[in-house]
C-alpha cells in the first residue's frame, strides 16, 4: 500500500449504531487530519494529530471521537450520528503541521 | 474573517480551450497556497503548492500563478481527462482554509 490508505469506502449507519473509520498512511508523515466534505461547502478541518499533540475544531459534536495510537494510523469513532452527519470523512497526511497536506480516498458515509 | 472564494463555481468548456479558474483570499500574513485535484467520490490528489508572489508552477497542461491576493490555476488547451472539481487551499499561520472549488468540465 502506498500513500494515505482509508477503510471502509462507503458505510450506511443507523442513528443508533456505533462504527470507526480507520486511516493509515504510509508516507512517514507526523501529522494526521481528520476532514468532513458535504456538498457545496469548504472541507471543514475535524480534528488534528501532530506528535501526539490534538488539536480539535470546537464545533466539532462529541458523537465523533478520534484515537490516533501511533503517527500512522488515525481512527475516528462514530456514535448516535444523525442524518445530517451524512457526508464523505477524508483523512490526510503532512510531514509537519505546516506542510503540504496528502489525502486519503475517503469513506461516504450515509447515515439513515 | 478569514476567506478563501474560487470562481467561477462551475465551468465548461470545450477540448483545446484555454481558461483560467481564480482563487482569491482576504487576509495578509499568507503561509502557502495549494491546489488540489479532486475527482467525483475520491480524495483531494495534491496538484501545486505556491508560496510567494510571483511564483509559477507547472505541470502538463497546468500552470499556477501566485498574486499578494490571488492565485490562478490555467489549463492550457484541455482534454477531457482534465474533467474534475479543482480545490485551492490557504495556509495561515497554522490553520489551513479551503475554498469550495471549480467543477471543470470539458467536452470532447
Known amino acids: 500500500e502506498t500513500g494515505v490508505t482509508q477503510t471502509p469506502r462507503h458505510l450506511v449507519m443507523g442513528m443508533t449504531n456505533k462504527k470507526s473509520l480507520k486511516c493509515e498512511q504510509h508516507l512517514g508523515h507526523n501529522a494526521m487530519y481528520w476532514y468532513k466534505q458535504s456538498a457545496k461547502k469548504p472541507l471543514e478541518l475535524m480534528f488534528v494529530y501532530s506528535l501526539e499533540e490534538r488539536v480539535e475544531n470546537n464545533s466539532v459534536p462529541s458523537r465523533f471521537s478520534p484515537e490516533c495510537p501511533n503517527s500512522s494510523h488515525l481512527f475516528l469513532h462514530l456514535h448516535t450520528l444523525q442524518p445530517e452527519d451524512s457526508a464523505l470523512y477524508l483523512c490526510?497526511?503532512?510531514?509537519?503541521?505546516?506542510?503540504?497536506?496528502?489525502f486519503g480516498p475517503g469513506t461516504r458515509l450515509t447515515v439513515l | 474573517e478569514d476567506q478563501v472564494t474560487q470562481s467561477p463555481e462551475a465551468l465548461r468548456l470545450q477540448e483545446g480551450e484555454s481558461s483560467s479558474l481564480n482563487c482569491s483570499y482576504t487576509?495578509?500574513?499568507?503561509?502557502?497556497l495549494f491546489w488540489y485535484r479532486q475527482d467525483p467520490g475520491k480524495g483531494p490528489e495534491f496538484l501545486f503548492t505556491l508560496y510567494s508572489a510571483g511564483e509559477e508552477k507547472e505541470k502538463e497542461r497546468l500552470k499556477a500563478t501566485l498574486t499578494k491576493k490571488e492565485s490562478f490555476l490555467h489549463i492550457t488547451a484541455p482534454k477531457p481527462e482534465d474533467s474534475a472539481t479543482y480545490l485551492c487551499a490557504v495556509r495561515l499561520r497554522n490553520q489551513f482554509y479551503f475554498g469550495t472549488g471549480t467543477s471543470l468540465t470539458v467536452i470532447p
Open positions: 487576509v495578509s500574513g499568507l503561509r502557502g
Open positions: 490526510a497526511s503532512s510531514q509537519d503541521k505546516s506542510d503540504t497536506q496528502y
